[in-house]
T-cell receptor, first 111, second 114 residues
Framework: GNSVTQMEGPVTLSEEAFLTINCTYT??????LFWYVQYPGEGLQLLLK?????DKGSNKGFEATYRKETTSFHLEKGSVQVSDSAVYFCALTGGNNRLAFGKGNQVVVIP | DGGITQSPKYLFRKEGQNVTLSCEQNLNHDAMYWYRQDPGQGLRLIYY???????QKGDIAEGYSVSREKKESFPLTVTSAQKNPTAFYLC?????????????FGPGTRLTVL
């Protein structure tokens, strides 16, 4: 079945540091890939998406590229701010049109 | 403003009681979803509905029930058969079946069973 794996553990970094959150997936066919963000006490918001191989999704300074050869969709941001502190979820939809989520990564940005 | 509303934000119930969580959307979306979120577990799909008067079980449907009598409403009932109901519940909707369509999420309901 479809599944998403995110790197273990929270990510703590200083303001203006470079952020990378790894995401790899297992899926049949050609899934669409997503990054969602959850701020404290809220629901999830779509951050970016990519629907085919080599597509790059981008929003609010975040980027992720759909890499079919490595089955990855790593999230990056060049210079994080305190306001980027949140939980980030990688997700995919495959042939069954259901979203499969990774376990999420808590990101804490220290001033 | 279009969006998804969930009520209440916090809900407390005694063990053995059924409880119904509300989810309403005014986005004119056909598909709606219920997820459960536990610390360190990500989101798990409970039930989903792609059209009015139809719904399917997700990965963890046991102890839950839903109805979809109106396009804009998709209430979730947590029954006494659910062994560990304390969790954060999220409702979502999308224009159609997921595919490449974005799912829009409500603010969630935190259920605590005492």
């Amino acid at each position: 079945g479809n599944s998403v794996t995110q790197m273990e553990g929270p990510v703590t970094l200083s303001e203006e540091a470079f952020l990378t959150i790894n995401c790899t997936y297992t899926a049949t066919g050609y899934p669409s890939l997503f990054w969602y963000v959850q701020y404290p006490g809220e629901g999830l918001q779509l951050l970016l998406k990519a629907t085919k191989a080599d597509d790059k999704g981008s929003n609010k300074g975040f980027e992720a590229t759909y890499r079919k050869e490595t089955t990855s969709f790593h999230l990056e941001k060049g210079s994080v701010q305190v306001s980027d502190s949140a939980v980030y979820f990688c997700a995919l939809t495959g042939g069954n049109n259901r979203l499969a989520f990774g376990k999420g990564n808590q990101v804490v940005v220290i001033p | 403003d279009g969006g998804i509303t969930q009520s209440p934000k916090y809900l407390f119930r005694k063990e053995g009681q059924n409880v119904t969580l509300s989810c309403e959307q005014n986005l004119n979306h056909d598909a709606m979803y219920w997820y459960r979120q536990d610390p360190g577990q990500g989101l798990r799909l409970i039930y989903y509905s792609q059209i009015v008067n139809d719904f399917q079980k997700g990965d963890i449907a046991e102890g839950y029930s839903v109805s979809r009598e109106k396009k804009e409403s998709f209430p979730l009932t947590v029954t006494s058969a659910q062994k560990n109901p304390t969790a954060f519940y999220l409702c979502a909707s999308s224009i159609g079946p997921s595919g490449s369509n974005e799912q829009f999420f409500g603010p969630g309901t935190r259920l605590t069973v005492l």
